[in-house]
């Protein structure tokens, strides 16, 4: 995507927070989005009678792959969804352990 867009950053949580549910989706779990953004999480993710909570963020990662974001320490969630700029996305428990996508 070469173009550049000037999007405010609630604009950028949304699409980000869609990015999500798409790549979950094709993994096979159920996706539920929250309609207010007061929610206590982003998304709800089901598969195999499991139920998790999913937090989306934006972040950057560096040439080194290491990955930046912002701490979400006062949300409720299971997992952290970190969609960075190249629209790679990272999944990482709340001990900050990156898991793969079929393993949420």
Do not use: Q, W
Not at 71 to 89: E, P, Q
Request: hydrophobic share 40%; net charge positive.
């Amino acid at each position: 995507m070469g173009e550049r867009y000037d999007l405010s950053s609630v604009t950028v949580g949304a699409l980000n927070e869609l990015r999500v549910a798409v790549d979950l989706m094709t993994r096979g779990y159920a996706v539920f989005r929250a309609l207010s953004a007061a929610c206590e999480t982003d998304l709800v993710i089901f598969k195999n009678k499991e139920v998790k909570l999913i937090e989306v963020t934006t972040g950057y990662k560096f040439p080194n792959d290491k990955i930046m974001h912002p701490k979400k320490r006062d949300r409720t969630f299971d997992v952290l969804a970190v969609v960075t700029k190249s629209n790679g996305i990272h999944y990482f428990l709340k001990d900050g352990t990156e898991v793969p996508p079929g393993s949420l």
